[in-house]
């Protein structure tokens, strides 16, 4: 049975609740489950069900797909390997991959493995491909991603890369001579204890509770299929958990280490600024970094097929939150959820940036189609405001998967040079910016946290 409301006795984590389930039934979320550790306490609730198809309650056991926080179980592992000495991070990719290929030659010669962990290698990241759930489909997908287009210089413009992972993942395998998942099992989910932690294909996840994506179809809620990801996108965002599992994931990397894990510098390494992330704030190895008031938050957020999740802590407060969503709109509730929480438990409003009207003519240079891998997107001018129409082209979780519905067209506004604000659900509140080249002409519009490449 799911946990009323009324039923949870911290006045705090009540009214987290209490939100939640009021947005889940605006948004027709089917599910959440959300967990907050918070002053040596644990606190977990679920709510709504598993699937419109097959109901079963969601509790803080059931399983969800964790989607990019996957990326951190990756970076941590390379961040171990780094540790022991079996892999440095300034060192190029190709000192492990030794065949390793990109469509520009000089790209694949000079990224680096730290390159990868920050998102700054420049081609197209979003790509994604099934090679099977043999031990060669990470392997495959590497010499797959050799295609891809270089869309940035590498180093100089950060843009979100899952590509890069799979890259990353692949190290890992090399490095230690392992499928990625048992050097995951072996190195992280074992010694942390982290007993409800999975990757598909393995199916002892099925014989325990999970939920089921969802999407939107004119209007109505439906299953998102297929539910896997793919094998190959395991190190991108295979990790399938509880909310439970994620905050002892968090309460490790807030800790002084574990003895023949990692130590606590290179955990707090982990969180060191590596780059500008533009309006995401900074990128650590792996963890974006935000500014909330007096204290720093570090945090990643994940999407698959109908799955929406969020993680963050705060070590300074010893404080760990995890949400898990499983429906595409679960990305408006986990979004509400990260300020709604640093204003309950901290008193500090996120300060959101003031829209302000520009000339029209600011507005008319930024009209045109942008586009990287599988995201496009025109950009239209109406009254003062810009236009953002999404333009779906699929390609996920394979190449082939056709497009699925668009977002309404939603409303952009400038509140500083060069800086924008989403005024409209889904993007509500969501920030972007543009990017010129040396010229001063618009580059790229970079929103998601991607730089779209503005193509006409």
Same mark, same amino acid.
């Given at each position: 049975?799911?946990?009323?409301? *009324?039923?949870?006795?911290?006045?705090?984590?009540?009214? &987290?609740?209490?939100?939640? $389930?009021?947005?889940?039934?605006? %948004?027709?979320?089917?599910?959440?489950?959300?967990?907050?550790?918070?002053?040596?306490?644990?606190?977990?609730?679920?709510?709504?069900?598993? *699937?419109?198809?097959?109901?079963?309650?969601?509790?803080?056991?059931?399983?969800?797909?964790?989607?990019?926080? *996957?990326?951190?179980?990756?970076?941590?592992?390379?961040?171990?390997?780094?540790?022991?000495?079996? $892999?440095?991070?300034?060192?190029?990719?190709?000192? !492990?991959?030794?065949?390793?290929?990109?469509?520009?030659?000089?790209?694949?010669?000079? @990224?680096?493995?730290?390159?990868?962990?920050?998102?700054?290698?420049?081609?197209?990241?979003?790509?994604?491909?099934?090679?099977?759930?043999?031990?060669?489909?990470?392997?495959?997908?590497?010499?797959? &991603?050799?295609?891809?287009?270089?869309?940035?210089?590498? #180093?100089? /413009?950060?843009?979100?890369?899952?590509?890069?992972?799979?890259? +990353?993942?692949?190290?890992?395998?090399?490095?230690?001579?392992?499928?990625?998942?048992?050097? +995951?099992?072996?190195?992280?989910?074992?010694?942390?204890?982290?007993?409800?932690?999975?990757?598909?294909?393995?199916?002892?996840?099925?014989?325990?509770?999970?939920?089921?994506?969802?999407?939107?179809?004119?209007?109505? $809620?439906?299953?998102?299929?297929?539910?896997?990801?793919?094998?190959?996108?395991?190190?991108?965002?295979?990790?399938?958990?509880?909310?439970?599992? %994620?905050?002892?994931?968090?309460?490790?990397?807030?800790? *002084? #280490?574990?003895?023949?894990?990692?130590?606590?510098?290179?955990?707090?390494?982990?969180?060191?600024?590596?780059?500008?992330?533009?309006?995401?704030?900074?990128?650590? /190895?792996?963890?974006?970094?935000?500014?909330?008031?007096?204290?720093?938050? !570090?945090?990643?957020?994940?999407?698959?097929?109908?799955?929406?999740? !969020?993680?963050?802590? /705060?070590?300074?407060?010893?404080?760990?939150?995890?949400?898990?969503?499983?429906?595409?709109?679960?990305?408006?509730?986990?979004?509400?959820?990260?300020?709604?929480?640093?204003?309950?438990?901290?008193?500090?409003?996120?300060?959101?940036?003031?829209?302000?009207?520009?000339?029209? @003519?600011?507005?008319?240079?930024?009209?045109?189609?942008?586009?990287?891998?599988?995201?496009?997107?025109? /950009?239209?001018?109406?009254?003062?405001?810009?236009?953002?129409?999404?333009?779906?082209?699929?390609?996920?979780?394979?190449?082939?998967?056709?497009?699925?519905?668009?977002?309404?067209?939603?409303?952009?506004?400038? !509140?500083?040079?060069?800086?924008?604000?989403?005024?409209?659900?889904?993007?509500?509140?969501? %920030?972007?910016?543009?990017?010129?080249?040396?010229?001063?002409?618009?580059?790229?519009?970079?929103? #998601?946290?991607?730089?779209?490449?503005?193509?006409?």
């Amino acid at each position: 049975m799911n946990l009323s409301t *009324s039923q949870i006795t911290d006045t705090k984590f009540r009214k &987290i609740a209490k939100k939640i $389930v009021s947005e889940m039934k605006r %948004l027709e979320v089917p599910g959440v489950a959300i967990g907050i550790w918070n002053k040596g306490r644990e606190h977990t609730a679920g709510f709504g069900i598993t *699937s419109v198809e097959h109901p079963l309650p969601v509790t803080p056991d059931t399983l969800f797909q964790t989607g990019s926080i *996957s990326k951190t179980f990756t970076g941590t592992l390379l961040m171990m390997l780094a540790e022991r000495g079996k $892999v440095d991070l300034d060192a190029p990719v190709r000192k !492990y991959l030794k065949d390793f290929k990109l469509q520009d030659e000089e790209v694949a010669k000079k @990224v680096t493995v730290r390159h990868l962990l920050t998102h700054m290698g420049g081609w197209v990241g979003d790509y994604f491909n099934d090679f099977g759930n043999g031990d060669d489909a990470l392997d495959k997908m590497v010499k797959d &991603i050799a295609k891809l287009t270089q869309v940035q210089p590498l #180093g100089k /413009i950060w843009s979100y890369n899952n590509t890069g992972f799979n890259i +990353a993942a692949r190290i890992i395998e090399i490095v230690t001579r392992k499928p990625y998942e048992q050097a +995951a099992q072996e190195m992280l989910f074992d010694p942390l204890s982290l007993d409800m932690t999975f990757f598909y294909p393995s199916d002892i996840l099925l014989t325990h509770r999970f939920v089921v994506g969802h999407t939107k179809v004119k209007g109505k $809620v439906q299953v998102a299929r297929p539910w896997a990801i793919g094998r190959a996108g395991n190190g991108v965002g295979g990790v399938v958990s509880t909310v439970k599992d %994620l905050l002892k994931y968090g309460r490790f990397h807030m800790s *002084s #280490g574990k003895k023949n894990v990692i130590s606590g510098k290179s955990l707090r390494a982990m969180r060191v600024p590596q780059a500008d992330a533009g309006p995401r704030g900074m990128m650590g /190895i792996t963890w974006f970094i935000r500014d909330a008031g007096r204290f720093k938050v !570090y945090a990643h957020g994940g999407a698959t097929n109908g799955q929406q999740a !969020y993680f963050f802590f /705060i070590p300074d407060k010893d404080f760990a939150c995890a949400i898990l969503t499983n429906s595409d709109d679960g990305g408006i509730i986990t979004a509400e959820m990260f300020g709604l929480v640093l204003e309950t438990y901290f008193n500090v409003e996120l300060p959101s940036p003031e829209p302000r009207e520009v000339p029209l @003519v600011e507005l008319k240079e930024l009209v045109g189609r942008y586009k990287i891998g599988t995201e496009c997107f025109d /950009i239209k001018v109406k009254g003062k405001y810009l236009m953002y129409h999404h333009i779906p082209l699929g390609g996920f979780p394979t190449p082939d998967t056709p497009p699925g519905p668009a977002m309404p067209p939603m409303r952009f506004q400038f !509140y500083e040079k060069d800086k924008l604000i989403g005024l409209d659900e889904p993007l509500k509140g969501a %920030l972007a910016d543009i990017i010129r080249d040396e010229q001063g002409r618009v580059e790229y519009f970079r929103v #998601g946290g991607r730089a779209h490449k503005k193509i006409k």
